[in-house]
């Protein structure tokens, strides 16, 4: 079975600052997929980056980049210049790249962007 | 592209009346999903459907529960009767690549 675990419930950073969100997941699988979905007040699940086990290269979208590690087992998620419309649950997901299709997600982490 | 549907936004209803929920995904999708959100159990699968054949609805809760998608332009998740662990926000989501899902903007149902 697969698990994910985001040990950090709440987190807050000014704005402008740079803050990180700790994921850490649990597989026997080889391929996989990670993601990072952000959930702002309006409910919407936005998809913010996606990481392909098999590239060693970490994922970049704009202020947006993952740390994968995946010898620890380890994927998180740093914001740059942090913005007042970063404030959102983000959950960190898995997937396997074959077979079963659905996504397993984390508890989330609550950021709160301070002016 | 006017993403995925679904409807209604918003649902209250009393315990044990029938709730449907309804999802239209984006034209050419030939994924579509139901996860259930609550604060006790985080989001979860409750079950997917590829070509309009249901694939995997082991997380579906109990045979209260049941969905369809009778083409590929709509679905529905249904539960009757309905109970108070019920309430939750359902989402539906749909993509062309399982990898890549595009989430509706979710029912809240509340059941009273």
């Known amino acids: 079975a697969q698990t994910v675990t985001q040990s950090q419930p709440e987190m807050s950073v000014q704005e402008a600052e740079t803050v990180t969100l700790s994921c850490t997941y649990d597989t026997s699988e080889n391929n996989y997929y990670l993601f990072w979905y952000k959930q702002p007040p309006s409910r919407q699940m936005i998809l913010v980056i996606r990481q392909e086990a098999y590239k060693q290269q970490n994922a970049t979208e704009n202020r947006f980049s993952v740390n994968f590690q995946k010898a620890a087992k380890s994927f998180s998620l740093k914001i740059s210049d942090s913005q007042l419309g970063d404030t959102a649950m983000y959950f960190c997901a898995f997937m396997k790249s074959s077979g079963a299709n659905n996504l397993f997600f984390g508890t989330g982490t609550r950021l709160t962007v301070i002016p | 592209d006017a993403g995925v549907i679904q409807s209604p936004r918003h649902e209250v209803t009393e315990m044990g009346q029938e709730v449907t929920l309804r999802c239209k995904p984006i034209s050419g999708h030939d994924y579509l999903f139901w996860y259930r959100q609550t604060m006790m159990r985080g989001l979860e699968l409750l079950i997917y459907?590829?070509?309009?054949?249901?694939?995997?609805d082991s997380g579906m809760p109990e045979d209260r529960f049941s969905a369809k998608m009778p083409n590929a332009s709509f679905s529905t998740l249904k539960i009757q009767p309905s109970e108070p662990r019920d309430s939750a926000v359902y989402f539906c989501a749909s993509t062309t690549i399982p990898y890549e899902q595009y989430f509706g903007p979710g029912t809240r149902l509340t059941v009273t």
């Open positions: 459907f590829n070509n309009n054949v249901p694939i995997d």
